[in-house]
């Protein structure tokens, strides 16, 4: 009998020891597939937030630009246009033949006291009233044949708009007609106006610029009036606005006499509002 319950008791030990077994065996696996579960989500999340993600910057971090990525995307300059040098289109050479040829008779007539020698034709750049680059040729003596290649270059340089700049004989020689066609020109072989005694443009010492718009003129002793060009007579009141006048202190002035010329529109009695002139040193 004894034994009977014994065996009973060990068996039902038996039984309680299994099913604790087959419990403890199923919350394992529950545990386990839960941890399985959640580190899935968590992947999942992680990879979501690579992919996905995009920082949002503070106005901190906008107002002092950082970091660097965001920064706005920079855009593409344009190509820089090159400025072109030219200084070598201001130069001069000693009178050739062939300009020898185009001025004589006419600037350089027969029987001149100055000297061929004396005389340098120069080449230069200009800004027209169009507003586009124009080549102008001059002659002038060797002596300011430097300074007038210095001028030219600076009023280039500022775009001073020059209508005109070429060789008298091309009017023939004749001082009236390259006036009133506003041309700029500086040696001819010439008396002054109404006079008998030589310019300085004979010497090749004197140049005009704008003539038409910055006359000669003054009151002759009987009170009637002297204008060159002819057709310059708007242009002698020299209180209206006008940008092609050349007046005292102006930019074309300025630069005229900082390299040791004078102007016409400062002298007393007669106005020569388009010269300048300037004797050797």
């Known amino acids: 009998m004894a034994r009977k319950y014994i065996s009973i008791f060990f068996l039902t030990l038996l039984a309680g020891i ?25 992947q999942k999340t992680d990879t979501a937030d690579t992919v996905t993600s995009v920082p949002v910057p503070t106005k901190a ?29 201001f130069y001069m050479t000693r009178i050739s033949e062939e300009i020898l040829a185009r001025i004589s008779g006419k600037s350089y007539p ?26 102008g040729e001059l002659i002038v003596n060797k002596e300011i044949a430097h300074d007038i290649l210095e001028i030219f270059r600076e009023l280039f340089d500022i775009k001073y708009e020059i209508e005109k700049i070429r060789l008298i ?5 004749e ?37 038409l718009y910055n006359p000669y003129v003054y009151t002759r002793k009987d009170g009637s009036l002297f204008l060159q060009p002819e057709n ?3 242009y002698v009141d020299r209180d209206r606005e006008d940008s092609r006048y ?10 005229f006499i900082a390299h040791g010329f004078t102007w016409g529109g400062d002298w007393s009695s007669k106005k020569d509002y388009q010269h300048f002139e300037k004797e050797p040193d």
């Not at 604790?20 to 941890?35: R, T, W």
């Not at 990525?69 to 070598?88: E, G």
């Open 169 to 173: 004989d091309e009017y023939n020689a």
């Open 18 to 42: 299994l099913i604790f077994c087959v419990y403890m065996m199923i919350q394992l696996y529950k545990d386990k597939e839960a941890s399985e579960q959640q580190e899935s989500v968590l």
């Open 110 to 135: 027969e029987g001149a006291s100055i000297s061929i020698d004396d005389l340098r034709w120069c080449h230069v750049l200009h800004y027209g009233f169009d507003g586009e680059i124009h080549e």
């Open 175 to 211: 001082d009236e007609a390259s006036m009133e066609d506003n041309n700029s020109s500086a040696f001819c072989y010439r008396t002054i106006a109404e006079s008998t005694t030589l310019s300085n443009h004979a010497k090749g010492l004197a140049i005009d610029i704008n003539p």
């Open 61 to 89: 971090a906008v107002k002092e630009n950082i970091p660097d990525f965001l920064s706005p995307t920079p855009t593409v300059s344009p190509t820089p246009v090159p400025v072109r040098d030219y200084s070598a289109e």
């Open 246 to 255: 050349i007046r005292k202190d102006d930019v074309c002035y300025n630069i």
């Open 232 to 234: 310059a007579g708007e």
